[in-house]
């Protein structure tokens, strides 16, 4: 009953403090504005932001979020009170700041693409990375560079110069004969740690992402897998890698501010291949693989190539592509578009809504979750025009869409639409087209038309 009469000690509040200024550090980075929860700072950008302190509920997140340490938390005279009686007791636990964000290493430079290769054949992909690599290491006044693992691979670098790369490093080693993750990885971290690039680039191919996923785990720094689209923010020597974000819904640039350097893959056909020129000449530099056979866990007891062959449809180096969409209604009716092709010497793709219907194999997907296309004509049938498939095709040369709904999204990238029945419009076509091909047609001729015909 006593213990019921006891005034129950309460443990006194833990003063919160508000954040404030410290005067001369604000670089204006406008960090902290959009970070505060509680909308209590303005004027950011000016180098002095304002701090409502009736609004600031001492959460700290500005004083975490700020790059430059300009803001820090103050107490009132009765709170530092009650913090030393906290302290006296060991209730007071001294608030721990975020570790403040690693700055980028500025000694690093010159644009890097790995030109990856086997049996002494480059992926094409890697020559369309030196395509863009170009305009990036134009913007940041660096040399384009390209890197070369593997063995017996010298004859790649005359072929690297003249894609436009100035530097090519060789790594040239039988260890490197198939490609395996350990020797490759170490070769490439040891490039790097030695040479410094600020800007990695890999395509996003089976082995470029089992390659580029492993180096940026050692080196520690950041990756952005699958871009669209590569540019430089010239002022903050920054590597803006565009790619989509949330199932395709948007596009996110993406930036890697502290690591170096800053890696980035491309799927093959996103960027365009540059022309290559013929006698451009460079600068070699051949480093070793600090690595012995025995010392790789991972033997390659035989190599069992894709025998799909001659038959198997790669959409993806077509020259003019047919693609078929739900609007098909079903598989009996791609042979319209089958007949299309015949026709017109290309070949027959779809949108995923076909695939998975089961209409066509998923070979044949152009999109997002699919193949990225660069045809030279590209005919959209009976296809919306979502924004997961527009990301696979948009870059094609000539677009030509038949939608009957004129309001499909497909009209806004095409650069020829056919508003009408594709059951009627596709048959019309190829009619008129084997028509035209009968005119052009020689005795030796066959009834195809060539593709690039200006007929
Ligand atoms: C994470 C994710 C990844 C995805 N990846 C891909 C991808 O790689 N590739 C892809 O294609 N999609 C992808 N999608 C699906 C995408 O969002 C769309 O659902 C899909 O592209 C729609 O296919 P469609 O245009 O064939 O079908 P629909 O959107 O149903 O469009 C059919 C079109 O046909 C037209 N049509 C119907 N009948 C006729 C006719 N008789 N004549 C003319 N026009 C007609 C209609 O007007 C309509 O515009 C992805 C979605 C997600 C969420």
Redesign the pocket.
């Known amino acids: 009953m006593e213990d019921e009469q006891k005034p129950k000690q309460r443990k006194p509040k833990r003063p919160r403090g508000k954040a404030r200024l410290i005067p001369g550090k604000c670089i204006g980075c406008e960090r902290c504005e959009p970070g505060c929860p509680v909308e209590a700072i303005s004027d950011s950008a000016s180098g002095k932001p304002v701090i409502d302190t009736d609004k600031c509920t001492g959460c700290r997140k500005c004083v975490k979020i700020c790059p430059v340490d300009a803001l820090e938390m103050y107490y009132t005279d009765e709170e530092l009170v009650v913090i030393e009686e906290l302290r006296a007791k060991g209730l007071w636990k001294e608030p721990v700041e975020a570790k403040p964000a690693a700055t980028a290493d500025q000694s690093y430079r010159g644009v890097w693409v790995f030109v990856e290769q086997q049996d002494g054949i480059a992926a094409s992909v890697s020559w369309e990375l030196l395509g863009v690599g170009k305009t990036l290491a134009h913007d940041l006044e660096v040399d384009l560079c390209a890197f070369i693992l593997g063995k017996d691979v010298e004859h790649l670098v005359q072929e690297a110069f003249s894609y436009g790369a100035k530097i090519v490093y060789l790594m040239d080693d039988p260890v490197l004969t198939d490609y395996r993750t350990e020797p490759y990885t170490m070769g490439v971290v040891d490039l790097i740690r030695k040479y410094k690039p600020e800007v990695v680039l890999m395509g996003a191919t089976g082995l470029g992402r089992d390659l580029a996923g492993a180096v940026a785990t050692i080196l520690e720094t950041g990756l952005t897998a699958d871009c669209t689209h590569l540019s430089i923010d010239k002022e903050r020597r920054l590597l803006e890698q565009t790619r989509p974000a949330f199932?395709?819904n948007i596009m996110a640039t993406i930036l890697n501010q502290h690591r170096r350097p800053q890696m980035a893959s491309v799927r093959p056909h996103v960027m365009r291949k540059p022309v290559p020129i013929e006698g451009a000449t460079g600068e070699i530099i051949r480093e070793p693989l600090n690595m012995e056979e025995q010392d790789i866990r991972a033997k390659v007891l035989e190599v069992v190539r894709d025998e799909r062959g001659l038959g198997h449809v790669d959409i993806a180096g077509a020259d003019i592509l047919i693609s078929?969409?739900?609007?098909l209604?079903g598989p009996e009716n791609f042979k319209i578009l089958e007949e299309l092709a015949e026709v017109l010497g290309g070949t027959v793709s779809?949108?995923?809504?076909?695939?998975d219907a089961g209409w066509m194999p998923y070979d044949r997907?152009?999109?997002?979750?699919?193949k990225t296309v660069r045809p030279k004509i590209y005919i959209a049938?009976?296809?919306?025009?979502?924004?997961?498939?527009l990301v696979?095709m948009q870059d094609s040369d000539l677009i030509i869409a038949?939608?009957?709904?004129r309001e499909?999204p497909?009209f806004e990238v095409a650069h020829y639409g056919i508003i009408?029945?594709?059951?009627e419009?596709i048959p019309a076509l190829t009619r008129r087209l084997r028509e035209i091909a009968k005119d052009h047609r020689s005795p030796n001729d066959n009834n195809r038309m060539v593709a690039g015909d200006k007929s």
């Not at 078929?324 to 609007?327: C, L, S």
């Open positions: 199932g395709g078929g969409g739900r609007g209604q779809a949108s995923r809504s076909a695939v997907q152009v999109g997002q979750t699919g049938c009976g296809i919306s025009g979502a924004i997961q498939h696979g038949v939608n009957r709904d499909a497909i009408g029945d594709l059951f419009v």
